[in-house]
């Protein structure tokens, strides 16, 4: 039962432009949202996070999206960088499983310069 | 302040045997989390534990197994290595009363 997915498994995006990476859940009880950068063979490094009692949270080039009623987030990158090419994780979590998180399947960002 | 840290960052073994891996959380956290990596089943995760304590465990078979220290370091065990047991094996740790975890780099665990 994947409880998260990633539809898009990559994206190609020009430098200086935005990138959206998206996420669709299933669990409506989840309650905490991530999103991780990952490059091959390290760990994940966190980006951002979102509680499900908010809708839109920002830092810096970083915006995450919440739409509760669609069960679906989006990470937005403005502007991208070629820095920025890397796999990209969204993640859940339910205090109740006792803070286990869920991945998506990650999605591939190229951006091209 | 220094991050998860784990130990070795290789390691090749053959099937049967057992091997241990080594996590050290970021000063002042105190859960630890366990996760792995592969290419069919992406990031799974696998057991957390606090205060030396197990609070949840993944769908794993019991052959992976784990513990806590009092000093919060954790270590996790894969006995009677099979193929599909190659991956990379991911440590989280979180900070009491937060939700974010934060990512060591992983041990990249070899079966032949």
């Given at each position: 039962d994947q409880q998260v997915k990633q539809n898009s498994p990559s994206l190609s995006v020009q430098e200086g432009r935005i990138s959206i990476l998206n996420c669709d859940y299933t669990n409506s009880m989840f309650d905490y949202f991530l999103w991780y950068k990952k490059y091959p063979a390290e760990g994940p490094t966190f980006l951002i996070s979102i509680?499900?009692?908010?809708?839109?949270?920002?830092?810096g080039r970083f915006t995450v999206f919440l739409n509760k009623s669609a069960k679906h987030l989006s990470l937005h990158i403005v502007p991208s960088q070629p820095g920025d090419s890397a796999v990209y994780f969204c993640a859940a979590s339910l205090m109740e499983y006792g803070n286990k998180l869920v991945f998506g399947a990650g999605t591939i960002l190229r951006v091209k310069s | 302040k220094a991050g998860v840290t784990q130990t070795p960052r290789y390691l090749i073994k053959t099937r049967g045997q057992q091997v241990t891996l080594s996590c050290s959380p970021i000063s002042g956290h105190r859960s630890v989390s366990w996760y792995q990596q592969t290419p069919g089943q992406g990031l799974q995760f696998l057991f957390e534990y606090f205060s030396e304590t197990q609070r949840n465990?993944?769908?794993?078979?019991?052959?992976?197994?784990?513990?806590?220290?009092?000093?919060?370091?954790?270590?996790?065990?894969?006995?009677?290595?099979?193929?599909?047991?190659?991956?990379?094996?991911?440590?989280?740790?979180?900070?009491?009363?937060?939700?974010?975890?934060?990512?060591?780099?992983?041990t990249r665990l070899l079966v032949l």
């Open positions: 509680s499900s009692i908010k809708d839109k949270n920002e830092d | 465990k993944g769908n794993f078979p019991g052959r992976f197994s784990g513990r806590q220290f009092s000093n919060s370091r954790s270590e996790m065990n894969v006995s009677t290595l099979e193929l599909g047991d190659s991956a990379l094996y991911l440590c989280a740790s979180r900070y009491t009363g937060q939700e974010t975890q934060y990512f060591g780099p992983g």
